[in-house]
């Protein structure tokens, strides 16, 4: 079993920026992808950003430039910076890891933007 806990999030003006950590704990297998998801109110989940173990990132267009993914695989842990942050960036941020066909997420961390 594997149990994600997030930490991070909060309020913040736009164009401020934020920081999550994930840690994960449990059967944490040596290939894995460890990620972070979001969920506004009224839409489905969405990627926001993946990292493989190598240190392979992939974004989402929509955070391109402005979130960073980082890991530390001695901790196993996962960070995401959010600099420039808009208002569209409000939802709830829930980390991820995928390992052997299998999907687990954290309780999630609410980030809102606002003025």
């Known amino acids: 079993q594997v149990q994600l806990v997030e930490s991070g999030g909060g309020l913040v003006q736009p164009g401020g920026s934020l920081s999550l950590s994930c840690a994960a704990t449990?059967?944490?297998?040596?290939?894995?992808?460890m990620g972070w998801y979001r969920q506004a109110p009224g839409k489905a989940r969405e990627l926001v950003a993946g990292?493989?173990?190598?240190?392979?990132?992939e974004y989402a267009d929509s955070v391109k430039g402005r979130f960073t993914i980082s890991r530390d695989n001695s901790k196993n842990m996962v960070y995401l910076q959010m600099n420039s942050l808009k208002p569209e960036d409000t939802a709830v941020y829930y980390c991820n890891l995928y390992q052997a066909g299998y999907n687990y997420w954290g309780q999630g961390t609410q980030v809102t933007v606002s003025s």
């Open positions: 449990g059967s944490i297998f040596m290939f894995n992808t």
């Open positions: 990292i493989t173990r190598a240190a392979s990132p």
